[in-house]
Nanobody, 118 residues
Framework: VQLVESGGGLVQPGGSLRLSCAAS????????MSWYRQAPGKERDLVAG????????DYANSVKGRFTISRDNAKNTVYLQMNRLKPEDTAVYYC????????????WGQGTQVTVSS
């Protein structure tokens, strides 16, 4: 099983980034996919999630209206489009896969750094 994040980097406030998470080794279309983030000295928090079929999404209040999660089940990939980035969005962003039925297998990627700074 692998979850490989990409697309992080340094961006100025107000800018945009698109994160990708490529999955392999499991039945991607049977998994709820989520993005979490963890800033230094803080807990890992949920940013956005999307249902296995892509029909339902959920966002943390802090990113609603700025971030969009999407998935392509044909490509086994989940995306996070991040617009109007703020310095407080700076964190390591992690991709998570959780099976949508029992047993609820749970997998994590290695993370990608996003830094918002002028």
């Amino acid at each position: 099983v692998q979850l490989v994040e990409s697309g992080g980097g340094l961006v100025q406030p107000g800018g945009s980034l698109r994160l990708s998470c490529a999955a392999s080794g499991f039945s991607f279309s049977s998994y709820i996919m989520s993005w979490y983030r963890q800033a230094p000295g803080k807990e890992r928090d949920l940013v956005a999630g999307i249902s296995s079929a892509g029909s339902s999404t959920d966002y943390a209040n802090s990113v609603k209206g700025r971030f969009t999660i999407s998935r392509d089940n044909a490509k086994n990939t989940v995306y996070l489009q991040m617009n109007r980035l703020k310095p407080e969005d700076t964190a390591v962003y992690y991709c998570n896969a959780r099976r949508d039925r029992a047993p609820n297998y749970d997998y994590w990627g290695q993370g990608t750094q996003v830094t918002v700074s002028s």
